[in-house]
T-cell receptor, first 112, second 113 residues
C-alpha cells in the first residue's frame, strides 16, 4: 500500500531563516499532495496543495515542489516567523480512492 | 458555513463503557473521514464514507469500533467497550471530491480511564 515518509521529524530555525520539509511517497499513481499545519491543540488545516500536473506552486512565503520521477515533494517556508511554529504534515492521495496517507509530521520551531 | 462540527469536544470515560462520537460534515461535501491521532501512531485514517456509504474501513482497529452515516449531515463513531489504549484525539473531516482538500473538525479528545 501507499507509504509516505516525512523528514525531518523536528526542525528548529531562527526567525527570518528558511525551512524545508521533505516527503517521499511510494504509489506512483498518487496525484494530489496537500500540506497541513497543526498548531498545538488545534485541528490540521490545509496550507497549500499541489497536483501531479504541476511542478511547483507558491503562496506568499510558502511554496511546494513536486518531483514525480523521484516521487518526492517538499514544503518551503521563507522568512519564517514565530507564528509558523507548529506541526506540519504532508500527505499523498492513494490512486482511485478518496484516501490521504499522511506523513508522521514535522515539528517546526521558529526561534525569535 | 460553520465548518465540520464534532461533539463532544472532550470525553472522559471508564474502561468498558460505550463511547459515541458525533460529526456533522460541511453541507454539500460527499466524503466523510474519521481519523485518530496519537503521539505514537500519528494521524491514522479509520474509515471513510462516500455519499453515506462506507468505502474503506480497513483502518478500524478492531470489532469494538463501528461507524455509521445514516444521512448526509450526520455520522457517528462508536467504541464498545472502550479501553485505555483508545485514548486519543478523534477527528472527522469532509471533502467535496476525491482527491481533494479535506476539512477537519475540531476533534474529540477521548480519555479512557
Amino acid at each position: 500500500g501507499e507509504n509516505v515518509e516525512q523528514h525531518p521529524s523536528t526542525l528548529s530555525v531562527q526567525e527570518g531563516d528558511s525551512a524545508v520539509i521533505k516527503c517521499t511517497y511510494s504509489d506512483s499513481a498518487s496525484n494530489y499532495f496537500p500540506w497541513y499545519k497543526q498548531e498545538l491543540g488545534k485541528r490540521p488545516q490545509l496550507i497549500i496543495d499541489i497536483r501531479s500536473n504541476v511542478g511547483e506552486k507558491k503562496d506568499q512565503r510558502i511554496a511546494v515542489t513536486l518531483n514525480k520521477t523521484a516521487k518526492h515533494f517538499s514544503l518551503h517556508i521563507t522568512e519564517t516567523q514565530p507564528e509558523d511554529s507548529a506541526v506540519y504534515f504532508c500527505a499523498a492521495s492513494m490512486s482511485n480512492t478518496g484516501k490521504l496517507i499522511f506523513g508522521q509530521g514535522t515539528t517546526l520551531q521558529v526561534k525569535p | 458555513d460553520a465548518g465540520v462540527i464534532q461533539s463532544p469536544r472532550h470525553e472522559v470515560t471508564e474502561m468498558g463503557q460505550e463511547v459515541t462520537l458525533r460529526c456533522k460534515p460541511i453541507s454539500g461535501h460527499d466524503y466523510l473521514f474519521w481519523y485518530r491521532q496519537t503521539m505514537m501512531r500519528g494521524l491514522e485514517l479509520l474509515i471513510y464514507f462516500n455519499n453515506n456509504v462506507p468505502i474503506d474501513d480497513s483502518g478500524m482497529p478492531e470489532d469494538r469500533f463501528s461507524a455509521k452515516m445514516p444521512n448526509a449531515s450526520f455520522s457517528t463513531l462508536k467504541i464498545q467497550p472502550s479501553e485505555p489504549r483508545d485514548s486519543a484525539v478523534y477527528f472527522c473531516a469532509s471533502s467535496t471530491g476525491t482527491p481533494d482538500t479535506q476539512y477537519f473538525g475540531p476533534g474529540t479528545r477521548l480519555t479512557v480511564l
